[in-house]
C-alpha cells in the first residue's frame, strides 16, 4: 500500500468539512430579512438567524425560504461530499451543521441547527428525514413548541437510523442530537417554567 493513501484520505476528509463549514456558515435567514427591508432578524424574538424566528417577523414566506435554504446548506454538502465517499460526506455534514451554529461570518453567532440537522439527515436517510419530519409535525400540532418537536426529533433520530443499519450515520446525528439539546438549553429552561414562546407567536 502506498504511503500517501492515508494522508490524502485525511486531507479529502479535511476538505470535505471545511466545505460544508462554508457552505453551512451562509446566514440564509439574516440575509432574506435584510432583503426584504424587516431589518436584523438578531434583534428580534430568540434573536437567532433561523426559520422559527424569521416567523416572528409575521412573514410566513420568508420563514418557509429560510427554513428550507438552511436545510438545503446540509444536504448539498452531503450529496457533493458522497461524490468523494461516505465518509466524506458524513464529515461534509458535520461541518455544515457547525457552520450553520457558529458562521464565521457572524463572528461565529448563528442558528440552533434544527433545519440543517434536517437536511444533513436527508443527504443520508430519506427514510430517517421522514422520520424526524413526522416526529416534528406531531409534536408541533400537539404541544406548538417548535423547539420541543425538534428536540423529540432529535431523539427519536439516531435510535431509528441505527435499527435501520446506518451505523456512521446514526453516530453522526447522535452527536448533532447532544449539540442540539446544548444549543437549546435555554429553550429547555423556558419550556420548563412555561414560558416558551409557542408557534406563530411574536415578540
Known sequence: MPDDIFPTAVSVLIAAAVFGYLLGSIPFGLLLTRAAGLGDVRKIGSGNIGATNVLRTGNKKLAAATLL????????????????????????????????????????????????????????????????????????????????????????????????????????????SVIVFIRHRANISRLLSGTESRIGAKG
Request: a positive charge; aromatic letters at 12%.
Open 69 to 176: 435554504l438552511d436545510a438545503l446548506k446540509g444536504t448539498v454538502a452531503v450529496l457533493i461530499a458522497s461524490r468523494w465517499s461516505h465518509d466524506a460526506a458524513i464529515f461534509a455534514g458535520f461541518g455544515a451543521f457547525i457552520g450553520h451554529l457558529y458562521p464565521i461570518w457572524l463572528g461565529f453567532k448563528g442558528g440552533k441547527g434544527v433545519a440543517t440537522y434536517l437536511g444533513v439527515l436527508l443527504g443520508l436517510s430519506y427514510l430517517g428525514a421522514l422520520i424526524f419530519a413526522a416526529t416534528w409535525l406531531f409534536m408541533a400540532l400537539v404541544s406548538r413548541y417548535s423547539s420541543l418537536a425538534a428536540l423529540t426529533a432529535a431523539v427519536v433520530v439516531p435510535v431509528a437510523l441505527y435499527l435501520t443499519d446506518l451505523p456512521k450515520a446514526a453516530g453522526l446525528l447522535a452527536l448533532m
